[in-house]
């Protein structure tokens, strides 16, 4: 900001000065305004971001944009990132819980948590209330967007928590798994086509009949069908051929396992 002869303000226009190409990134523009360096990514696809300064971020500059470009999740690239996905997917898929407790069951730090649902609410997708000392939070009934939106959430992230709740009471399972597509989106390797359904691995012995009872429950909640493999206790390590070698070399996503001795 500068003053001129009569003493109003005036903003100098910024001096740019072309840095050339940057790897996979775009095209770098150093700007220089009212004597501070900025550098501006000026063409990453229709999008623009500008950084500062310029001496410390040019040598990062390709990481902070990695790393920004990796944050969009390939499950429902809408959203800015996976994790707020998986966190609005588990508030709006079960029972109330406490920021401490989504933070157990998703993996995600509480600071990144406590930052997501502070979003939500602001926007009105969810509320809170308090028991005693415990913040539990659920979806906000009066929002316009639920309940459509929050079975978008469910379906793209919430397989795990849908069908984690859903296998609970089924006994005789040792072990619950995602595999395939869905597994694969969810794990950060885009397959390059849409997820039609979903890969669930039993390893145990279950009866068959409450197995596909639950799964049929967790069907009607997805809006996708659900292909179901049930394999010996020990598949896992002591199977053998290709469908084996494939599963166990590809991502998937644990949802459950429980001790053999009975822990």
Not at 157 to 179: M, N, T
Not at 204 to 219: F, I, K, N, Q, T
């Amino acid at each position: 900001m500068a003053r001129n002869h009569s003493g109003r303000e005036t903003y100098s226009p910024p001096i740019r000065r072309d840095l050339g190409n940057g790897s996979d990134y775009g095209h770098f523009v150093e700007v220089l305004v009212e004597g501070t360096q900025w550098v501006e990514c000026a063409r990453i696809g229709s999008r623009q971001y500008m950084l500062a300064p310029s001496h410390s971020c040019i040598r990062n500059l390709g990481d902070i944009i990695q790393v920004m470009s990796r944050e969009t999740p390939s499950l429902l690239p809408v959203l800015r990132s996976q994790q707020q996905g998986e966190i609005l997917a588990l508030i709006f898929a079960g029972e109330d819980l406490s920021p401490t407790q989504i933070a157990e069951r998703t993996g995600f730090p509480y600071a990144s948590v406590h930052r997501e649902v502070q979003r939500a609410e602001e926007a009105g997708l969810v509320v809170s209330r308090r028991i005693g000392r415990t913040r539990l939070i659920s979806p906000d009934p009066d929002s316009p967007y639920l309940p459509d939106l929050g079975r978008v959430f469910v379906r793209a992230f919430g397989p795990p928590y849908v069908l984690a709740d859903a296998l609970r009471d089924v006994g005789g399972v040792e072990r619950a798994l995602l595999f395939g597509s869905w597994a694969a989106q969810a794990t950060g390797h885009p397959t390059g086509r849409p997820v039609a359904d979903l890969d669930l691995l039993i390893l145990g012995e279950p009866d068959r009949d409450d197995l596909y009872a639950a799964v049929a429950v967790a069907e009607a909640r997805l809006g996708r069908p659900i292909q179901v493999v049930v394999r010996e206790p020990n598949w896992w390590e002591a199977g053998t051929g290709a469908f084996h070698d494939n599963v166990t070399s590809s991502p998937v996503v644990e949802l459950m396992q429980t001790d053999r001795d009975g822990g």
